[in-house]
């Protein structure tokens, strides 16, 4: 086992029983120091209260402790607008949003921007100039929200 998957098999736990779900984690080393980062995110947007009290609670759990014995330093934190969006859990915060789809659909050319009006566990409505589209998750390869500046 990678040493990422025993940091996600690790945090797992102590991430959901604070109300939230891990996106990644992984660990990296620069000369002598180990930094360990993990993603978290939740269905409503995760607030910085809320990576605080995960980052305490990882480090009172001493969790890392056995797998990083010369010790680490830990970073949590959200995903970043950049992220890409795979799973339902990801979507309904994103309601209202534009986004572009990469998927694998024929009847749509992919990559397409749309404006998320509906999810589902089946399915994404978007709209496209006007029109909805059904998008299927299981046709689904990824989304990334769009920034308007």
Known sequence: MKVSEKVATLVEPIVEQNGA?????????????KFVRIVVQNLA???????AQITRSVNVSNALDELFP???????SSPGIDYKLREYRDFPRNIGRTLRMYHRLSALPSPFSGILREVTEEVLVLEVNGNLHNLPFSDLDYAKVEIKW
């Open 70 to 76: 010369e010790g680490y330093h830990l970073e949590v």
């Open 45 to 51: 947007g995760i607030t910085m209260d809320e990576i």
């Open 21 to 33: 779900y891990l996106i990644d984690a992984g660990a990296t080393a620069q000369g002598n120091r």
